[in-house]
């Protein structure tokens, strides 16, 4: 089955601290992983994914097959990153999505 | 379109009523998801379209919930005699097939509520 978990409801930093949301995933095959952000009266929309190996926004993720995870992290919270981040989760087959509950962060000045 | 665009925003129904929900994909994206994101939850899948196939309904949660895309472009959600429990936001989304390469769009969402 695949489950995506999110342990923290809630990571409050003070702004310029680093961040690293936490994201660890069950799935036995070669998953595709996301990272979306979800800003105040905003749509979700899409973060990072991890096959691009991008840096948005100064944030990055790193898929670690061994521990299964695929961490979000930034070295210095500003307060424009305070939303909410879902983790999520394509398996090889089939195209839905798992998303994990999600992640509230709030950076303060 | 310039994204995806759900309506109505908003729904309240009583109890036992029956509603639909529509869905305008971003032109030529040939998958469709629908999920339902309840309070606190992250979304959770409802069901896939690639053009007017429905290739997946493994989440539906009871044959009360029924979605339909004819054409392969715009898609509606329907759920017969409501229940409190189908409280929630009916997220939709779209993508190219690309998916890993470009993940999916979503839309802004109808919040449900079932009084």
Known sequence: AQRVTQPEKLLSVFKGAPVEL??????????????YVQYSRQRLQLLLRHISRESIKGFTADLNKGETSFHLKKPFAQEEDSAMYYCALKGEYG?????????????KS | GAGVSQSPRYKV??????????????????????YQQAL?????????????????KSGLPS???????????????????????DSAVYLCASSSLQVPLYGYTFGSGTRLTVV
């Open chain 2, 13 to 34: 129904a009583k109890r036992g009523q029956d509603v639909a929900l529509r869905c305008d994909p971003i032109s030529g994206h040939v998958s469709l998801f629908w």
């Open chain 1, 95 to 107: 195209n839905k999505l798992v998303f994990g509950a999600g992640t509230i962060l709030r950076v």
């Open chain 2, 40 to 56: 606190g939850q992250g979304p959770e899948f409802l069901t896939y379209f690639q053009n007017e196939a429905q290739l997946d």
């Open chain 1, 22 to 35: 936490k994201c660890n995933y069950s799935y036995s095959g070669s998953p595709e992983l996301f990272w």
């Open chain 2, 63 to 85: 044959d009360r919930f029924f979605a339909e895309r004819p054409e392969g472009s715009v898609s509606t959600l329907k759920i017969q005699r409501t229940q409190q429990e």
